[in-house]
């Protein structure tokens, strides 16, 4: 079956960076589109970026300028290089995946919180 496993969250003072990571295996097929989504506390799960497999990428509003998503087709992998970090972006980023037969996966989440 299908795994995403995650690495990369945790604290940071506003200002700061971090960089997510999402290894995806098991996949019969090819991944079409990787990206990250967030969800904060009592808010609902959002888009935070998107690429394609031909690395066309899409950013939400808020964290265009400052996050920049990438990936490795050779490794199945995503990465999230978040920079200038605000208290706004603490949230559970969750790691998802779509492949060429529009099936999609998640990962568990990594906890990303940033308060001084």
């Known amino acids: 079956q299908v795994q995403l496993v995650e690495s990369g969250g945790g604290s940071v003072q506003p200002g700061g960076s971090l960089r997510l990571s999402c290894a995806a295996s098991?996949?019969?097929?090819?991944?079409?589109?990787m990206g990250w989504y967030r969800q904060a506390p009592g808010k609902q799960r959002e888009l935070v970026a998107i690429?394609?497999?031909?690395?066309?990428?899409n950013y939400a509003d808020s964290v265009k300028g400052r996050f920049t998503i990438s990936r490795d087709n050779a490794k199945n992998t995503v990465y999230l290089q978040m920079n200038s970090l605000k208290p706004e972006d603490t949230a559970v980023y969750y790691c998802n995946i779509q492949t060429i037969i529009s099936d999609r996966y998640w990962g568990q989440g990594t906890q990303v919180t940033v308060s001084s």
């Open positions: 098991g996949s019969s097929f090819s991944i079409k589109i």
């Open positions: 690429i394609f497999s031909s690395g066309i990428t």
